[in-house]
T-cell receptor, first 112, second 113 residues
Framework: NAGVTQTPKFRVLKTGQSMTLLCAQDMNHEYMYWYRQDPGMGLRLIHYSVGEGTTAKGEVPDGYNVSRLKKQNFLLGLESAAPSQTSVYFCASGRTGVNGYTFGSGTRLTVV | AQSVTQPDIHITVSEGASLELRCNYS??????LFWYVQSPGQGLQLLLK??????LVQGIKGFEAEFKRSQSSFNLRKPSVHWSDAAEYFCAASSNSGYALNFGKGTSLLVTP
């Protein structure tokens, strides 16, 4: 049972480049989330999904887009990367929106 | 606005000593409350959660937390800390009608020999 898998684990982008972060879960969870973690800021919610085909904005959605075409996958896209998007990105999933989550191991993204 | 506050950014304890990490919340009604731990380079792992009932909650790895409504607090405790407990600890909360967890900024725990 793999839980929540994030790919890639590390990436360096140049300003203006685009990329997609993939999150896959095998627990049949309805809810999925993307958070970013920055020093001294804790985890901030970027976007979330309450089910296949649905997405919604979180606390810091600007500069990001998401898609949930399949229940098990939640994609986070950066259309034009900026240095301010240098961060560690965590995906999480949960059976409900208020129960405990299972987190992936993170993607460390550096934008230069 | 709903918020979770962890007053201590860093805490240092000696191995074998007791530990208490503080967490305060600001919600209109009592939220659901959680503690997570993050080891270096890893994702977050759920230690324990409180929904209702007994205000003393037992979790994994020997941790417990006490909910105090009068103080709007949910402090994490461990009677005797081990070197492997060195990590970042996050308190989180959600309203019972919420869709996502709201995290505190974390407390970094250093354990000295």
């Amino acid at each position: 049972n793999a839980g929540v898998t994030q790919t890639p684990k590390f990436r360096v982008l140049k300003t203006g480049q685009s990329m997609t972060l993939l999150c896959a879960q095998d627990m049949n969870h309805e809810y999925m989330y993307w958070y970013r973690q920055d020093p001294g800021m804790g985890l901030r919610l970027i976007h979330y999904s309450v089910g296949e085909g649905t997405t919604a904005k979180g606390e810091v959605p600007d500069g990001y887009n998401v898609s949930r075409l399949k229940k098990q996958n939640f994609l986070l896209g950066l259309e034009s990367a900026a240095p301010s998007q240098t961060s560690v990105y965590f995906c999480a999933s949960g059976r409900t929106g208020v129960n405990g989550y299972t987190f992936g191991s993170g993607t460390r993204l550096t934008v230069v | 606005a709903q918020s979770v506050t962890q007053p201590d950014i860093h805490i240092t304890v000696s191995e074998g000593a007791s530990l208490e990490l503080r967490c305060n919340y600001s919600y209109g009604a009592t939220p659901y409350l959680f503690w997570y731990v993050q080891s270096p380079g890893q994702g977050l792992q759920l230690l324990l959660k409180y929904f209702s009932g007994d205000t003393l909650v037992q979790g994994i790895k020997g941790f417990e937390a006490e909910f105090k409504r009068s103080q709007s607090s949910f402090n994490l405790r461990k009677p005797s800390v081990h070197w492997s407990d060195a990590a970042e600890y996050f308190c989180a909360a959600s309203s019972n009608s919420g869709y996502a967890l709201n995290f505190g900024k974390g407390t970094s725990l250093l354990v000295t020999p």
